[in-house]
């Protein structure tokens, strides 16, 4: 068994972490008795504004918001100096900044854990058209996807912020199983009692509307790379957040439920 490392003497950082996920953390760190630190992620590109918040932090959650990891070394030099320890919210999509902030972590020195994933919550983008349209335009319908429930990755770095025995992990975390998108969709529909369908859209139209969000090309191709690769090979489901937390994690069935008054 871990020892609990971080008491409530010591605050925890959570710093460019929004949404769900951040919010989440605050709570699961209050029940734990474990007090907080929000920055806004602005923090991230001001040094000095986020050293002298970091003073006194016993760890960080750390997330990047940004399109790239640019200023990103500043950063993580902050951090390293400041706090023992960073537990860093990634990505389980290659070609993506944050690999580039991974390997900051990594020359840095400073313990830490991170946590590759992503969230059921990524299914809110499809909200609107659903509202809408009942129906989700998109790339690789037949992508099997293993996101997990963000409830889980809170947990699972509530746990790597305030034990010992986590240092230097590479926690790659999904949901009990792997539906495809279109599997998703009809799970959404179900869930809000309304019918849903997928519309699949050529890769090349999914790239553009991903440039227009300014996103860089890498980035962009990366994802559509790594969604076309799940259409012959589903991501494999891991136990990372029952062998961590020791519950099982949620179905994404479940997360639908929860929130499926936002798709009516």
């Not at 499809?126 to 009942?134: T, Y």
């Not at 139209?205 to 799940?230: E, K, N, W």
């Amino acid at each position: 068994m871990t020892e609990k490392r971080v008491d409530d003497a010591s605050p925890v950082l959570v710093v460019g972490v929004s949404g769900t996920v951040g919010r989440h953390v605050g709570l699961q760190l209050a029940a734990a008795g474990v007090r907080a630190r929000p920055l806004t992620q602005r923090n991230l590109l001001d040094p000095m504004s986020l050293e002298a918040a970091a003073q006194g932090a016993g760890a960080v959650l750390l997330g990047w918001p940004y399109p790239t990891a640019d200023a990103a070394a500043d950063a993580v030099g902050v951090l390293a100096r400041e706090v023992g320890r960073v537990v860093f919210l990634s990505s389980a999509v290659p070609d993506r900044p944050e690999g580039e902030i991974e390997a900051l972590l990594a020359a840095s020195g400073v313990r830490h854990t991170v946590l590759r994933a992503h969230g059921f919550a990524a299914a809110l983008q499809w909200a609107e058209e659903i509202r809408s349209a009942g129906a989700v335009r998109g790339y690789g319908g037949a992508a099997g996807l293993g996101p997990v429930d963000e409830r889980d990755i809170a947990a699972v770095a509530v746990r790597a912020l305030v034990e010992d025995g986590h240092d230097g992990a590479r926690y790659v975390l999904t949901g009990p199983e792997s539906p495809t998108q279109a599997e998703q969709v009809g799970i959404i529909g179900e869930a809000a009692g309304r019918p849903v369908k997928w519309e699949e859209i050529p890769r090349e139209a999914a790239r553009h509307r991903m440039s227009a969000s300014g996103r860089p090309r890498a980035a962009i191709d990366g994802t559509l790379d790594f969604i076309h690769a799940r259409i012959a090979a589903p991501e494999p489901a891991t136990t990372t957040v029952q062998d961590v937390t020791g519950h099982p994690a949620r179905s994404f069935r479940t997360w639908a439920t929860d929130h499926a008054a936002l798709f009516r």
